[in-house]
């Protein structure tokens, strides 16, 4: 039984050589066929030119050359949708989380779970903000959506056969891979570990990516903020009657007397801002309608290397599901 691993890459060339190295020490000793398929998500450093290195090393290394950067939720479907084993798992090329765990998520499947979750105990060398805000996320995300997300896990995990069949018949454009990866269900069970610093290299994602990153899984899998923003729309209606009522009993009770300026100018910008607050809401739902409607694929693919054949196609290849 073949394992695919899977690793997007993105300025990633000073990683390559040590992950390499550390999953071939694991997965020889664990006597399993395996493939790595490695995808150069638009790097900007020697990441392409180290990888084919490697390739040309060891024919086990496959490597899948996008045309551009397309995030690393678009290079994780790529090496997904090219997975031939029998299971595939994600691993992120900057080590943190280590490849030693493997033969634990190998060992559960055998048992015969079709989803391994790998589950973070600790998150060394990341900000206590970091930390809190993902805890949070989480917290946050399960208990909007109906489908329950485990916590504290990234894309690091092992999914059989049918779960990425499964994945690969789902239609979305804009994906939350953390998400779908609960949504299509199947057996599932957990690890856990320690989450190590970087082996080398400052990560890309500043608080900026974190929060439009936080706002897609949370557009992608809950209609809770629009409901939210209808249940603020008939709260803030039924305070404007209760106090348009208070100042009709006021006028007859004490007269009209002139109010002041800056309870109006309150009043205005609080209605104003909970309008604009509700079409923001709205306007991020309709954004990922006006996406999925165009109907472009998730990535596109510049070049392959495969088993010693190198591709040169005369047409770029895409991924529309």
């Not at 990683?15 to 006597?31: E, K, P, V």
């Not at 896990?153 to 994906?175: C, I, K, N, Y």
Request: net charge neutral; proline share 4%; with cysteine.
């Amino acid at each position: 039984m073949t394992v695919s691993i899977i690793v997007p890459c993105h300025n990633e060339s000073a990683n390559l050589a040590t992950l390499y190295a550390r999953i071939c020490s694991i997965m020889d000793a664990c006597q399993e066929p395996w493939e790595m398929i490695c995808i150069n998500d638009g790097s900007k450093d020697d990441t392409l030119l180290q990888l084919i290195t490697l390739h040309q090393r060891d024919s086990r290394i496959q490597i899948i050359d996008l045309s551009r950067n397309f995030g690393k939720e678009a290079a994780l479907t790529a090496g997904l949708d090219a997975a031939r084993g029998d299971a595939a798992i994600p691993l992120d090329a900057d080590l943190q989380d280590p490849p030693e765990v493997i033969p634990e998520l190998i060992k559960h499947w055998k048992e015969g779970f079709d989803v391994v979750n790998a589950v973070r105990l600790s998150r060394d060398g990341e900000s206590w903000l970091k930390r809190a805000s993902a805890h949070f996320f989480y917290r946050v995300i399960n208990r909007m959506s109906e489908v329950d997300i485990p916590a504290d896990t990234g894309d690091f995990r092992l999914l059989s056969r049918p779960v990425l069949d499964a994945l690969q018949s789902l239609p979305e454009r804009r994906r939350f891979m953390k998400g779908l990866f609960a949504w299509v269900g199947f057996r599932s069970t957990n690890v856990y570990y320690h989450r190590a610093p970087r082996h080398s290299g400052k990560t890309t994602w500043n608080y900026w990516k974190l929060w439009n990153f936080a706002v897609e899984g949370i557009t992608s899998f809950s209609q809770v903020p629009l409901q939210m923003a209808a249940y603020l729309g008939f709260l803030v209606s039924l305070l404007a009657f209760i106090y348009a009522i208070w100042l009709v009993i006021s006028t007859l009770v004490y007269g009209n007397p002139v109010k002041g300026y800056p309870s109006m100018m309150v009043t205005l910008l609080f209605l104003g801002g909970v309008q604009l607050m509700a079409l923001g809401i709205i306007g991020e739902y309709l954004g990922r309608i006006y996406e999925e409607s165009k109907h472009r694929p998730i990535y596109l693919v510049r070049q392959i290397w495969q088993r010693h054949t190198q591709h040169h196609d005369n047409h770029i290849e895409n991924k529309t599901n």
